[in-house]
């Protein structure tokens, strides 16, 4: 079935970095554009971060990413990675990846929680 772990969150102080990773299974990986997604808070609307095609070839980042954070995808190991400099205390939340094909059936993992603070 499909599995996915979000890891590398955690506690940085602005202007530091993070890279956070996700590890998918049980879907055709390479098949898929994956996203990396935000939720600032529980209850609130999980915002788009960034896009990356299924061949890695187009991404798209939300402006609030642009210029700071980085994304990458290695197929042959069904990973995702989101590397984050700069760090702000509005970029405070759970990060997500996921893809929509698989969102809409309600499937999220656990997301890995980025807190910035001084």
């Known amino acids: 079935q499909v599995r996915i772990v979000e890891s590398g969150g955690g506690l940085v102080q602005p202007g530091e970095s993070l890279r956070l990773s996700c590890a998918a299974s049980?879907?055709?990986?390479?098949?898929?554009?994956m996203n990396w997604y935000r939720q600032k808070a529980p209850g609130k609307e999980r915002d788009l971060v960034v896009?990356?095609?299924?061949?890695?070839?187009?991404?798209n980042y939300a402006d609030s990413a642009k210029g700071r954070f980085f994304v990458s995808r290695d197929n042959t190991k069904n990973m995702v990675y989101l590397r984050m400099s700069s760090l702000k205390p509005e970029d405070t939340a759970v990060y997500y990846c996921n893809t929509p094909t698989i969102w809409r059936t309600g499937y999220w993992g656990q997301g890995t929680q980025v807190t910035v603070s001084s």
């Open positions: 049980g879907f055709s990986f390479s098949n898929y554009d």
């Open positions: 896009t990356i095609t299924r061949t890695g070839d187009s991404i």
